[in-house]
């Protein structure tokens, strides 16, 4: 009897209505929709300078407390009187976090350096993740300002990071590899098979289905966008493959891709804002 | 005062996921501060309070991550709903109540986020990874409930957060 006492609550019948309104909404907004609402844009950019501040003040945190290191191995050298490698010590342990950053960012300049008539690059600054466990994003310092549009694709030097899913003025976000909706078209190197499809299953993983029963496929093997989608040039590296399965249908193949980039480890990364391969992303309006 | 507060909460909550917890994850997972923060205002306030609380909260958590609007709203709205029943059932001070409340309200917004994502992600299914979110998630949210359960409880009796606070 407890259970119908619910249906005289006003409270319930009026959540049931917002719900199945706000299921009305969820489907609508599922499509691909062009990109952010004013709405969303506002409340993007509301966190914006929040959130680069708070990545200023943890690359301020990391010098200070590398400092900090540095000053407690120089009490410990001065105890063994090597003053001379103390100082140096100290310079190197002062200059690690700013040479490990520019190192990383060197190595993204030679790369954008390395495809002048390539791809058309922009850097960009991460500073925040998703806000939750479902969504496998990124929100990087750069946005519509700096010319960026939806499903651009987002690279590092080591293979590919994802796409862009919104663009506000100062900030995009970027949709991982590893996000559940994520799926681009790939292309096993070696053994030549295109029809696969690379798709995200949450947990820092990839899985390649729709590979065909009689490959060749081993572990090891690297895996390329095919470029087939139009969305990513082909030819960049995705991962390599782990693990491979048989469907339970028998026809196809699936195989399990470790992700050619450290996701919990990127700092910066690089946005192709059009390739010559075929039309770019902006051309597309997708 | 107290509205302020409820307003603030939630944008600080999406603030410190984002940032300060992403730097500190359990095996990749952050707690969900804001899911935390609409379990309590519901044991506090009950279900049809709970549920406006929740809906609001989700609708902005949506808006901020600009996917697919209404996904967290529901889930925590009706989350929120059913927790908000606890009110009047139960002694509020007791820590065990607002844990209790978490793990129950984490399991109730996953199935929920779940069932929801279907109507998005065709051919999604239940997972280990799913799984394994959800049991490191119901961990980082209880170590986290302890603290905010004995604040929120504080400040709801005595506090920024009493009914009737003007400030």
Redesign the interface.
Known sequence: MGLFRIFR????W??LL??LV??A???L??DDSPG?NS??RW??N??AP??RG??WI?QGLGQLSTRMLGIQDMSQLLATEQAKNQQLGLEVMQLRESQAEVERLRRLLDYKNAQPNSYELEAARII????????K?L?IDKGADFGLVLNMPVITPDGLVGKL??VSKGTA?VMLLTD??MAVGAILQQTRENRGIVEG?????LRMINIPYYSQVQGGEPVVTSGLSQIYPPGILIGTVRDVQKEANGLVLSAYVAPAVDF?RLEEVLIIKSFPAGPSPADQGV | MRSLILVLLPFLAIFLQSTLFRAIPIQGVVPDLLLILVIFYAVFNGSSKGAMYGVACGLWEDLYLGRMIGVNAISKGITAFILGRMQGNVYQDNLMVGLIGVVTGTVINAMLLFIISMVAIPGLGLDRALLADLLFQGIYNIVIAIPLYMWYCRSSRAGVLREGQSG
């Open positions: 609550q006003k409270g319930f009026i959540l917002t719900a706000l299921l909404v969820v489907k907004s599922a952010l709405a969303e409340v993007r509301s966190y929040l959130q708070t990545d943890q925040a993740r998703a806000s939750n466990n479902w969504y994003t929100t899913v919104n976000q559940r909706e299953v949450g947990n820092g993983q919990d």
